[in-house]
Nanobody, 124 residues
Framework: QVQLVESGGGLVQAGDSLRLSCAASGLTSSSYAMGWFRQAPGKEREFVAAINWSGSGTLYADSVKGRFTISRDNAKITVYLQMNSLKPDDTAVYYC?????????????????WGQGTQVTVSS
């Protein structure tokens, strides 16, 4: 059974930083891509960032490019999202997701496994 557990969310002020972590377990293949998505109240889920299996390829939403960095530690089966220069518009529940296969994707439909989410709130 695949499980993804996010952590690291919280309440911060605009301009602050946070690092989210997502620990995965139960994956039956060593080749999998990971992604981060978020959903704000009253809005649809949106793509934030994705990383391929080796970590050599990343993809970002325009709204976070230059501020957020996705990375992974395959030895720990963990993916991270470093969020700098946070803005109130970044307030959302952040979800990590996993898909088998090496290539990253910005489409949530391509991800099979999802975490329970972690709340990030940025005050102005």
């Amino acid at each position: 059974q695949v499980q993804l557990v996010e952590s690291g969310g919280g309440l911060v002020q605009a301009g602050d930083s946070l690092r989210l972590s997502c620990a995965a377990s139960g994956l039956t293949s060593s080749s999998y891509a990971m992604g981060w998505f978020r959903q704000a109240p009253g809005k649809e889920r949106e793509f934030v960032a994705a990383i391929n299996w080796s970590g050599s390829g990343t993809l970002y939403a325009d709204s976070v490019k230059g501020r957020f960095t996705i990375s992974r530690d395959n030895a720990k089966i963990t993916v991270y999202l470093q969020m700098n220069s946070l803005k109130p518009d970044d307030t959302a529940v952040y979800y990590c997701a996993a898909k088998y296969g090496s290539s990253r994707s910005s489409s949530g439909d391509n991800y099979k496994y999802w975490g329970q989410g972690t709340q990030v709130t940025v005050s102005s």
